[in-house]
């Protein structure tokens, strides 16, 4: 311990107590008067650092947040279309009294026992009121938030909140309700857009946020309406960004830790300056109550698609029409790529732009415009911003050589979907025992296919890497390193020419019912 000149504690030691109960301690070691005290604590306070309020933000940005009610000609009362159930703790209908509120709220409306299989799940869903062919009046059926983005009446929700219904209300935070009419929507990035008409009056709005500003770490306010509370705010921090949650192919989310529920979907997510950084849209809850992952579409994304349908109702986008997947270490290896990086071509769709181009199966696209494609999500997300008419310049990995292409984009069909594949997984007969021995050291058995195209998989080993990389029996080998094979014979040159040009995995091209992938395999030890 460090001592002062009189062999008591130093004014430093005593500021470093970390409690009111050490420093008194201190101060009765040392001897130092009892008025002193105050000193010492009011040093102690200084030092300690300051708690960070939201009130400024969340009385700038509130009046701008709203409670977004969907309505439609059914019964269900649900948030976010997702329904509601009620556990009679292993009771059924019937069982309950006569006068119990739950039982005349259903004789009430028709429902004259909602109990389904188990006896005791109740959940509102198809038929109300009106019964199942939508007739009565209008009732509530899910519930979110949104926020104005102009003056004007322009309001930011999400999609799947307003997606099935037919007439919306907007209330804002001091309970003032608003018809609202639907502008547009987008169901790839989950975005739609009201109006409401505030017979000139201006209302409060909110700017978007520079993304390049948003960092990892920082504080974040979520504004919203959960389980239909009314206005909630929450906070947290920016937890990661750019998450994949596998919700389609322009997954680009914020993820932050402020408690984020059913009912704030659609609401708004600002940093300490009152910007939207993003627009709550999902949650990952094992119970469906916050556990602190959830996830927001960023701003630089929600800006330019809600600027597009402010304007025409709709999104215009790039279409390329090229089924895609990521480039894996082992895949880069396996074609010779220096890393795993660009989009994998599994399939060019018959007669779209990329067909027409001459993009091929099994080419890698680099970059785009002179700009350095990541993955598969960044070529779509950057295609997708493109216009429709626009030329696009691909730079293309192919046979172990760069090539350039150049593409005319399409516009994406509202429906677009990958490419169809074949759906024959019927397992088929063996081929010849010689022609299982040549792969077997890869895990696979192959028979002809039922059209002559690719070889049939017909068994598996467990405990093969063909196995640990999804391969299942049923499936079909089209092409081994985008050569296309036919038989087990053709498949072992392949190979074999693989292993002379000094690689050590093979590109395999795996069809399904579910379309058409690229799996790399090591070919160590084939003959």
Known sequence: MLKNFNGRPSLATVLKASTVAGIAAAVLATGVPLEITRSYAEAVKVQAPAVPSFANVVDAVSPAVVSVRVENRVNPVADNNEGFSFDFNGRGFDDLPDDHPLKRFFKQFG????????????????NGPGGPNGKGRLRPVAQGSGFFISEDGYIVTNNHVVSDGQAFVAVMNDGTELDAKLIGKDPRTDLAVLKVDGKGKKFTYVNWADDNNVRVGDWVVAVGNPFGLGGTVTAGIVSARGRDIGSGPYDDYLQVDAAVNRGNSGGPTFNLSGEVVGINTAIFSPSGGSVGIAFAIPASTAKDVVADLMKDGQVSRGWLGVQIQPVTKDIAESIGLSEPSGALVVAPQAGSPGDKAGMKAGDVVTALNGETIKDARDLSRRIGAMQPGSKAELSVWRAGKAQSLTVEL???????????????????????????????DLGLTVGPSDDGKGLAITGIDPDSDAADKGIKEGEKITSVNNQEVSTAADVVRVLNQAKKDGRTRALFQIQSGEGSRFVALPINGQG
Do not use: I, M, V, Y
């Open 111 to 126: 429902q004259q026992d909602p109990n389904d299989q188990q006896g005791h799940q109740h959940r509102f869903g198809q």
């Open 410 to 440: 399409g516009t994406l069909p509202a429906d677009q979907k990958d490419a169809s594949a074949d759906d024959n997984n019927q397992p088929q007969q063996p081929e010849a025992p010689a022609s299982e021995k040549a792969l077997a």
